[in-house]
């Protein structure tokens, strides 16, 4: 199956990420990280990106991006991998010992408000929940450093968000749990990080809805629900989705997906549902009651 095209908007910060290959320590020595250091201000100068925050550690780095055009942030980061991978080789005498890094990049887009200060926090504070420093501003690879007078080939962005006076103290706290579970799910889905309305949006515009679904099948109706459905229907009128697939009923201990009520009672509750078979088909009716119970009768199979 090929690989979804990623869609990197210009205007969006983004927190970029990537690992290296079976999680081993490709940054032993200062002259490694100064070696990407170097890379990241080469790349930042042929592509006019902006960096607003990042952190290299002995495995895997984060970036706070924010590129100005739409697909800048990809030919920065194909740029900078390639980079990474062709000189570390050279200078570790390891060419052709296979890839540096784990796979392509992971990103997410993140919203110009209080979710782009938790990212800062969270990358900056990396070298804290690793327990490499007593304090995050001691470790040198990183913005706070930077930002704390300690030199850099590059200057960093002052991002789209001015960061608070007390930053230095906010990044040594410990960050509330439910921040953080946000947070580590957009990292490891692609999800867009912010409000509501604004990641559903973003997720629209940037191909990335299926980032925002539960994962795995939808849960089967058990018998208890097919009762409590039935029984609805039948003093109801309902909107029905109906999920046709090859010899499905009979087999099926389901009845399709329930949209949504016409005149129902408040109290219940949506039914999501699968059906096995290869090609579906969909069709969409308004049943009256007994026509429901009709259909209905077609797909029972109850479970007791």
Known sequence: MPRTKRIT?????????????????IFRKDSDFLAFEQILAEGIERYSMRLCGYCIMSNHWHLLLWPIGDGDLSEFMRWITLTHNQ????SHATVGMGHLYQGRFKSFP???????????????????????????????????AVRNGLEAPFELSQGPLKLPSSWDKLVNQIAPP??????????????????????????????????????????????HEWRLLK???????????????????????????????????PDVRQFHTTLPGRSLAIALTVASPG???KLLSHGQHEQS
């Open 9 to 25: 908007l210009g205007g969006y910060v983004y927190h970029v990420l990537n690992r290296a290959n079976g999680r081993l320590r």
């Open 87 to 90: 000189r570390f080789h050279i």
């Open 110 to 144: 993140i919203q110009h408000d209080a979710h782009y200060l938790t990212v800062m926090r969270y990358i900056e504070a990396k070298p804290l929940q690793a327990e490499t420093v007593k304090r995050a501003g001691d470790w040198p690879w990183s913005s706070l």
């Open 178 to 223: 439910d921040q953080l579970e946000e947070l580590k799910n957009s990292i490891n889905r692609g999800a867009p990080f912010g409000a509501p309305d604004w990641r559903t949006k973003t997720a629209v515009a940037m191909n990335l809805e299926s980032t925002l679904r539960p994962r795995g099948r939808p849960k089967k109706c058990t018998g």
């Open 231 to 265: 029984r609805h229907i039948a003093s109801s009128t309902v909107l029905l989705l109906f999920l046709i697939a090859d010899s499905v009923w009979g087999r099926a201990p389901t009845c399709g997906v329930l949209i949504g009520p016409v005149l129902m009672e």
């Open 291 to 293: 026509q429901t119970r």
